[in-house]
């Protein structure tokens, strides 16, 4: 189910945008949850939705280099899974550090997020099945990836 009860508004059922994307903000991988999912369950699933990587020289890459993350992202489980992947972790532990940090390589994230909302029709959400929300937020990924590499070859 991609819908939950809210935690802000009692009445209403909720869902969430997590989104992976790269270093110039194109989103990789998307994900939709409840409002009332923590975080940090979606975060395997969508390393896991990264696409294979093409590099410039060599071999195709199949991961990420490194994971920037919020504090919300943060468990040992998940630092554990991702060292035995191999990739370079940054994620702010909660109460030791602060985020401020992360600002610089957050602004990405968010930013792509905004590309993503710009959509009239992904910014309120109108449709009851999640898997129609999901549909149109993959077309949305779509045409701003699109509008990005339409800009870079002219």
């Not at 009860?5 to 949850?33: M, T, Y």
């Not at 923590?38 to 699933?45: E, G, L, V």
């Not at 093409?54 to 071999?59: A, I, K, N, V």
């Not at 489980?77 to 401020?100: F, K, Y």
Request: glycine fraction near 10%; charge should be positive; include cysteine.
């Amino acid at each position: 189910m991609l819908t939950g009860s809210n935690p802000v508004d009692r009445g209403k059922k909720g869902s969430k945008l997590h989104a992976l994307s790269e270093a110039q903000g194109i989103p990789l991988a998307l994900a939709v949850s409840g409002a009332n999912v923590h975080d940090s369950q979606t975060f395997k699933p969508l390393i896991l939705g990264t696409p294979a990587i093409l590099s410039r020289r060599g071999p195709r890459r199949r991961r990420p280099a490194k994971i920037r993350a919020d504090k919300a992202y943060y468990l040992a489980d998940h630092l554990t899974w991702l060292r035995g992947r191999r990739l370079v972790t940054r994620i702010a532990r909660p109460g030791i550090e602060s985020g401020e940090r992360l600002g610089r390589h957050r602004w990405k994230i968010e930013r792509s997020i905004s590309w993503l909302f710009g959509y009239r029709r992904l910014t309120v959400r109108y449709e009851r099945k999640g898997s129609h929300f999901l549909a149109f937020l993959g077309l949305a990924a779509a045409l701003t990836c699109y509008k990005k590499l339409a800009k870079l070859t002219t």
